[in-house]
């Protein structure tokens, strides 16, 4: 049905970009590929060592590198071409995919043995965090590069809706082709989906850098991109919630532990508990798109963030399949409110040339929140028993929500 209203007749209106459809159509394909990477890892070391904990271990080596080189990355993406820099990194993931998948033939795993296999994930997996600290951010000022700033919380928006249509094809995808083709072949799809990405956004247009190399040091640089996002008190705000909110609510990296041990449902079943957070954010990003929220968007940002932890204690309660889906699927739901509002205030709040470094520390915040939460399940899955970690993780995003409600009124009170 075409768009009738002149509110719906904007949002699709940039879909008229012809580069803006080519960054869409890659980014789509690129995600969907990392997903079933992250995914099918989750369940790969598990398999090889039935410890929650290892599942833990693989956010803590991506992490490490990511964060740790985010603001460096800022700099580098602000002072050069970013199509450039861009291709380069999305060449260097590829490769890390096809060593993983050299790493799941029967060859490696009698060779190497279960305790070297799952060893060389790790390293494969720090490296992938490396070229993480570069690639996430670029597909943001990429974004703002494209399209006129007129357009883009409509274009925001469309981004956020394709990654997320991309996560949940990609859990999804995972789980059933790990159960009918195993591992070796789902990391065939893995590789071919990546390089396909790799030839939409080859398609792209070269964008210089908005700030040249010798203006400022490097450390000046960062400092004055730190500056902006702490003295930016809704960004702060909006990065700090999320931050700390998916650090104790990431329930999803036990998922592996809930569907082989506690729910008993298989691979099968672990694609659609691990497809059902982002079936939830896809049908809101939907609605989203075509009704964008006008008003009191701080307000919706907590109260989605609060419902988000309730929603893990029931999952975390659950010994039904179809109450456990239902709880991350509505769990979705609320974080796909939280990542469109975020979004939004990030990339209307930020001069184009501080973006490269203002999106890294973006990236900083969610890699520390994904990646750090991961670990934080497994190291709280040893200590207190897989059921009680995730109650706590639940509990404690409540309480974050709770705290920020008063000690952040800017947020709070919110509009754009």
């Known amino acids: ?92 993931y590829l490769s890390c995919a096809i060593a993983l998948l050299l790493l799941s033939t029967h060859y490696s795993l009698e060779q190497l043995g279960k305790n070297w296999v799952a060893f060389s994930i790790y390293i494969v ?59 070796t072949g789902a990391l065939m799809i893995i590789v071919s989906f990546i390089a396909t990405g790799f030839a939409f956004l080859y398609r792209l247009k070269a964008k210089p850098a908005l700030n040249k190399k010798g203006e400022k040091t490097g450390l000046e640089s960062v400092k004055e991109g730190l500056q902006f996002v702490f003295k930016t008190k809704e960004v702060l705000g909006a990065l700090s919630l999320d931050l700390f909110a998916v650090f104790f609510g990431g329930a999803v990296a036990m998922v592996p532990v809930f569907a082989r041990d ?22 809101i990003i939907i609605l989203a798109t075509i009704f964008p929220l006008r008003t009191n968007q ?40 939280s990542v469109i509002i975020r979004g939004t205030i990030v990339q209307m709040k930020t001069p184009d040339h501080m973006r490269g470094r203002v999106m890294s520390v973006n990236s900083m915040f969610i890699n520390s929140s994904n990646e750090l939460g991961q670990f934080e399940s497994g190291l709280a899955a040893k200590i207190m028993g897989v059921i009680p970690s995730v109650v706590f993780g639940g509990s404690m995003t409540i309480l974050v929500v709770v705290a920020t409600w008063f000690k952040a009124p800017a947020l709070r009170k919110m509009k754009y």
């Open 1 to 92: 049905m075409p768009p009738n209203t002149p509110q719906q007749k904007e949002t699709f209106k940039v879909l008229g970009i012809p580069e803006f459809r080519h960054l869409l159509t890659g980014r789509f394909l690129f995600i969907m590929g990392l997903r079933m990477l992250g995914t099918l890892t989750g369940w790969w070391i598990y398999e090889l060592t039935n410890d929650p904990f290892a599942i833990g271990l693989i956010g803590l080596a991506e992490v490490i590198p990511a964060v740790s080189l985010a603001l460096y990355a800022g700099y580098i993406i602000d002072i050069s071409e970013k199509r450039k820099l861009l291709l380069r990194g999305i060449l260097f």
């Open 125 to 183: 997996i720090f490296c992938t965090g490396i070229i993480r600290a570069f690639t996430g951010p670029l597909f943001g000022t990429m974004l703002a590069a494209i399209v006129p700033r007129e357009q883009l919380q409509s274009a925001t928006t469309w981004n956020q809706g394709i990654w997320l249509s991309a996560s949940v094809t990609g859990h999804a995808m995972a789980g059933f082709l790990i159960a009918g083709i195993g591992n």
């Open 262 to 283: 506690i729910l008993a449902v298989g691979p099968i079943g672990f694609g659609w508990l691990n497809a059902a957070t982002d079936i939830g954010a896809i049908c």
């Open 298 to 337: 701080g307000k919706i940002l907590l109260w989605a963030v609060g419902g988000f932890g309730a929603c893990i204690i029931v999952f975390a309660l659950s010994k039904l399949f179809w109450l456990s889906f239902f709880a991350l699927l509505l769990s979705g739901i609320l974080d796909g409110i």
